[in-house]
T-cell receptor, first 111, second 116 residues
């Protein structure tokens, strides 16, 4: 089983759509969770941390289910500029520094 | 306050040559992390360094790869006798202390190594 698993997509949605990405992780000791965004041939950029209670940042909502070891990202009112690859990221077990990256889910928002 | 600086942005090497990738951490940061991204894959942890110390190199290939973070100057990731399979994007991140992964990292713009 992969340490962090994501559907590679691509998700092809029209502008204004709501789209959800899911991710599962294998190490139940993990404590820190993130979504990163990566544009083509660029560095990954931190989109948001994911907290147990769920958190929202504008059009983006992240949820964590520790029991199921499952993380989600919801994007509402998609914009063309949201087109990118979204990386699910988890710290490795109780490590204070090692991050494990999923392979990413590609999103294409069309006009 | 400049972010994490990596150079060169692009590096082309012939098989068998050496590649040296540099990473200057953010000001005041003394911890550096190197990650590698192969085509169509996620980033993979390579090595964690503090000034003059390698803390965890469990993600480094056993041969040809080495890393250092001297007291003065940038961190260097060195790949000797490069092979085509070393072609990848190499990203560096930094933090002021331990526990950096609790907050997520800010990565440099990366070095794209192409071995021909």
């Amino acid at each position: 089983r992969k340490e962090v698993e994501q559907d590679p997509g691509p998700f092809n949605v029209p502008e204004g759509a709501t789209v959800a990405f899911n991710c599962t992780y294998s190490n139940s000791a993990s404590q820190s969770f993130f979504w990163y965004r990566q544009d083509c041939r660029k560095e990954p950029k931190l989109l948001m941390s994911v907290y147990s209670s769920g958190n929202e940042d504008g059009r983006f909502t992240a949820q964590l289910n520790r029991a199921s070891q499952y993380i989600s990202l919801l994007i509402r009112d998609s914009k063309l500029s949201d087109s990118a690859t979204y990386l699910c990221v988890v710290n490795w077990g109780d490590s204070s520094y090692k991050l494990i990256f999923g392979s990413g889910t590609r999103l294409l928002v069309r006009p | 306050n400049a972010g994490v600086m990596q150079n060169p942005r692009h590096l082309v090497r012939r098989r068998g040559q050496e590649a040296r990738l540099r990473c200057s951490p953010m000001k005041g940061h003394s911890h550096v992390y190197w990650y590698r991204q192969l085509p169509e894959e996620g980033l993979k942890f390579m090595v964690y360094l503090q000034k003059e110390n390698i803390i965890d190199e469990s993600g480094m290939p056993k041969e040809r790869f080495s890393a250092e973070f001297p007291k003065e100057g940038p961190s260097i990731l060195r790949i000797q006798q490069v092979v085509r399979g070393d072609s990848a994007a190499y990203f560096c991140a930094s933090s002021p202390g331990t526990g950096g992964s609790n907050y997520g990292y800010t990565f440099g713009s990366g070095t794209r190594l192409t071995v021909v």
